[in-house]
């Protein structure tokens, strides 16, 4: 069965400062991988998704995410944080007409 | 509609009490799924639709819980005898259908068992 590890429950970073927030997937090929963003008083999100391809993706308001099949990780990446990306970050997998997702990273910045 | 719309977006209720949650998908979107989410946890699966039936019906917390879809459109969620623990947000999501499609989230059903 598919499953998705977010290993950090919460994150604090400066503001400017990088960003990675490390995920981990179990699924017997490759699948569907995802990043969504669910800001206070907002719904989610899709900041990006992986098929196939270039193993780097870019995806919205600066975000990127390198998929690495021998560590079954799709890590989601920000060069400069801005204190609006203040929020939560679900990773979610697609193995076959199901979605799951991974229980969440919550993103603190700081001034 | 524009969007996936969920009604009510709020809903206190008694323990004990049957709820019922309404999901309006995107016009168009064969994929509809719903998911629970506790305070300050992720995103729990619960059941996802492919037109109007249900071929993974394996988050389903317990048989209090049911869902059913017309078609390609409205989706209800229903709680029997509701209890305390089912106090949560719960999220519906729809999509065009196909593996790895975009899921378009509403703005969920904030519920509260009292």
């Known amino acids: 069965a598919q499953s998705v590890t977010q290993p950090d429950i919460h994150i604090t970073v400066s503001e400017g400062a990088s960003l990675e927030l490390r995920c981990n997937y179990s699924?017997?090929?490759?699948?569907?991988l995802f990043w969504y963003v669910q800001s206070p008083g907002q719904g989610l999100q899709l900041l990006l998704k992986y098929f196939s391809g270039d193993t780097l993706v870019q995806g919205i308001k600066g975000f990127e995410a390198e998929f690495k099949r021998s560590q079954s990780s799709f890590n989601l990446r920000k060069p400069s944080v801005h204190w609006s990306d203040a929020a939560e970050y679900f990773c979610?997998?697609?193995?076959?007409?199901?979605?799951?997702f991974g229980a969440g990273t919550r993103l603190f910045v700081k001034a | 509609g524009a969007g996936v719309s969920q009604s009510p977006s709020n809903k206190v209720t008694e323990k004990g009490k049957d709820v019922e949650l309404r999901c309006d998908p995107i016009?168009?979107?064969?994929?509809l799924y719903w998911y629970r989410q506790r305070l300050g946890q992720g995103l729990e699966f619960l059941i996802y639709?492919?037109?109007?039936?249900?071929?993974?019906k394996s988050g389903l917390p317990s048989d209090r819980f049911s869902a059913e879809r017309t078609g390609e459109s409205v989706s209800t969620l229903t709680i029997q005898r509701t209890q305390q623990e089912d106090s949560a947000v719960y999220l519906c999501?729809?999509?065009?259908?196909?593996?790895?499609?975009?899921?378009?989230f509403g703005s969920g059903t904030q519920l509260s068992v009292l």
């Open positions: 979610a997998v697609d193995g076959g007409f199901k979605t799951i």
């Open positions: 016009s168009g979107h064969t994929a």
């Open positions: 699924y017997g090929a490759t699948p569907y």
């Open positions: 999501a729809s999509s065009l259908g196909g593996i790895g499609e975009k899921l378009f």
């Open positions: 639709f492919q037109g109007n039936s249900a071929p993974d």
